[in-house]
């Protein structure tokens, strides 16, 4: 049993979920309103600490942030691209003065730890993985050793496509060792269902927004961890290409669900246009004050002004309301004036 799963066995009434984590602790909806003063949730994590004195300016050569000069007790975001620019991890940073502390996705951390092991080559890095708790908080972090989010302020070198959904968003990971995770009062704990629907709302990406094909554009993800005049690093070319000449080809949206049919609405549900497919559902919540909501991920063609649907696992289409998050506009930012064709003739103007 690790040290995570031994706090969840002693927060009252929790009901665990498949990773030993609560999902809840008895209403999930209420969760949300004590998360929001001082409860805390224990999140599905896994983390990895980097010393040496190459560990900065190495770690800012291979992905998306520029963290070279990043300051003792500084947080930051970055990603790891593909070299076709697609997202495949995405590292929560915290900068301490002797290490790097590092904060993953549960389950990310065999496959990040074995991708940095061979991109060191003759860097000065060490690599550790040092048991420990992580614990969110939407108040004042639970630890001193805590990566603090900037969403949905604009980091330096970031862009923002869509303006904030106005949903307040304030959140914190501190990494805990066991010992400092088992003093907590167990009594302070709420689920991770509370923790995502205030993430939802406030149209925060996550890697439950990601699959395959999956680029930073898609989510606004540019806004906190990409760079775009850093120096190279591996998917940059697809970042600039896209930012400045083209446009993602999807783009996040935040749906309202309409509740009345008592439909759940699942990530991996398709979105529909009228008959036709133009998505699919990668977070859904019941969120305290907006309902039942989800994020998703659709075709970047598709009109904003129009009411969508969601087709349930019951074979039920839920109208879905879109908030825009990222407008089809996303992108062009130094696109060149289309130029007349040779031999075109001009037409006068009246």
Known sequence: MTAAEALASRIPGAVLGPDGLPLHVGNPVAEQRRLRRDALVLLPRDVLRLTGPDRLPWLDSITSQAVDRLPAGASAETLVLSPEGRIEHALRLRETGDALWIV???GAGDALEA???RMRFYKEVGIERPEAVVVGAAGEPAGELAWLDGWPEVAPGGVRYGEPTGEPWRWSEAILTP???DALDPARFVGTLAADALRIAAGRPALAEVDERTIPHELDWLTTAVHLSKGCYRGQET?????NLGAP?????LLHLD???NAPVAPGDVVLRGDAEVGAVTSSAMHDELGPIALAVVKRGTPTDEDLAVRSAEGIAVAAGQQVLVPPTAGHAHRPP????LGAVQRPTA
């Open 249 to 253: 080809p999807r783009r996040v949206v």
């Open 115 to 117: 991708w940095l092991t």
């Open 338 to 341: 289309r130029l007349p064709r």
């Open 179 to 181: 010992a400092e995770a």
């Open 259 to 261: 509740g009345s049919q």
């Open 239 to 243: 970042v600039a290409k896209v930012h």
């Open 104 to 106: 993953v996705d549960a």
